[in-house]
């Protein structure tokens, strides 16, 4: 774990190394994304800031002011981004979905820095623990990608110490230290534990090193499944289809789905014993259809309305062809191409590229191995 003199600028430098275009960070006004925005404004020059409101507390607006003030005296662009929670349980995971869709949106191919410390990811093992999780749930979270957490090996109080150290003030969240919120219950176990037993600086090696474990095997369930996997018209016919079956079909949900998370073991571990039956079954927006090939194809009921013709179809199909605004792209709904793309105009089809081929319009899938070896994740 770092010491007091912890360097957060080589931390940033070293994260955004490959990185000429601009970089989003977003900043909070806390300690740690208050250290985050100081230490990348030093490092690199194409900054942008976003702050986000999800209007849960008073405060926050005032908050977000004066970060933009901040950023206004480092010559950052800021943009405060006003979120609109949809009602449900688990209020954090809510409002850390919205978080993650609006950097997104806002940030489009710019990598988006975080300023998740040491501490967060021994908290958030903890709480993997205490509700049962298996070695992956141990895993740290990833800090490359789109998602660009520099901080992770640095503890909360050494970037402290280093915002002290420069007279930089932040902004307290009461949040952090109310027991009704889980991460606020473990940060204070956490404390408790000190000199007793797990504390942050092991629980957070252990993650590291589960990470390192789960991302090798990541790599090699990759490499094999694209030996066995074959592609054909947006869906998968893999052989060999038992080994390795629940991340066989979760990474066919997220290709075809782009859903951010898995269906949960227990779903993905019934899936695969009805398949091994020999029953076809669906899942996450899949069918599963077993043989001597593993079958997956998009669900068509599950695939996205009618859009424009010149935007992306159902995350991954792209159409080329005389666009009109009169025209829709949606599914085909007929035959074993239901699930593919199809040109609307009214209810009159227009064209079936995929099904008739391609004419004046031409039809283009994200290609399955391009998005398992650069951007999906199974779980």
């Not at 975080?114 to 903890?126: C, N, P, Q, Y």
């Not at 090798?216 to 499944?225: N, V, W």
């Amino acid at each position: 774990m770092a010491a007091p003199d912890a360097d957060p600028a080589g931390a940033v430098a070293a994260a955004l190394a490959d990185c000429a275009g601009p970089a989003v960070v977003a900043v909070s006004g806390g300690s740690d994304s208050t250290a985050l925005l100081l230490a990348a404004h030093a490092v690199h020059p194409d900054l942008r800031a976003v702050t986000l409101d999800h209007g849960l507390r008073p405060a926050a607006a005032d908050e977000a002011r004066r970060v933009a003030a901040r950023c206004a005296v480092l010559g950052v662009p800021h943009v405060t981004i006003p979120l609109a929670l949809p009602d449900g349980p688990a209020l954090m995971a809510r409002a850390r979905a919205a978080r993650q869709a609006a950097l997104r949106a806002h940030a489009r191919d710019a990598p988006i820095l975080l300023g998740h410390t040491a501490d967060d990811v021994a908290e958030t093992a903890w709480m993997r623990l205490a509700h049962g999780t298996g070695p992956d749930g141990l895993a740290a979270m990833r800090g490359d990608g789109p998602w660009v957490r520099p901080f992770l090996r640095l503890r909360r109080a050494a970037l402290r110490d280093w915002l002290r150290a420069r007279g930089e003030p932040w902004i307290e969240d009461p949040s952090n230290a109310d027991p009704r919120f889980e991460r606020a219950r473990t940060r204070a176990t956490l404390v408790a534990l000190e000199g007793i037993g797990p504390t942050v600086g092991p629980l957070a090696d252990l993650a590291h090193h589960m990470r390192a474990l789960r991302d090798t095997r990541e790599d090699a369930f990759r490499t094999g499944l694209l030996t066995r996997a074959e592609e054909r018209d947006g869906t998968l016919h893999v052989a060999d289809w038992s080994r390795d079956l629940p991340r066989t079909l979760a990474a066919a949900i997220g290709w075809m789905t782009r859903a951010p998370h898995p269906p949960r073991r227990a779903a993905l571990a019934r899936a695969a014993a009805t398949l091994r039956d020999g029953t076809p079954t669906a899942l996450g927006g899949v069918l599963a259809r077993p043989g001597p090939r593993l079958h997956l194809a998009r669900e068509p009921a599950r695939t996205q309305g009618p859009r424009s013709t010149r935007a992306a179809w159902d995350h991954r199909w792209h159409l080329d062809g005389p666009h009109d605004p009169t025209l829709r792209v949606a599914r085909l709904g007929r035959g074993r191409h239901a699930a593919t793309p199809a040109i609307w105009h009214g209810d009159d089809l227009v064209a079936a590229p995929v099904r008739d081929g391609p004419g004046a319009w031409r039809v283009a899938c994200d290609p399955f191995a391009r998005w398992l070896t650069e951007g999906g994740r199974p779980r």
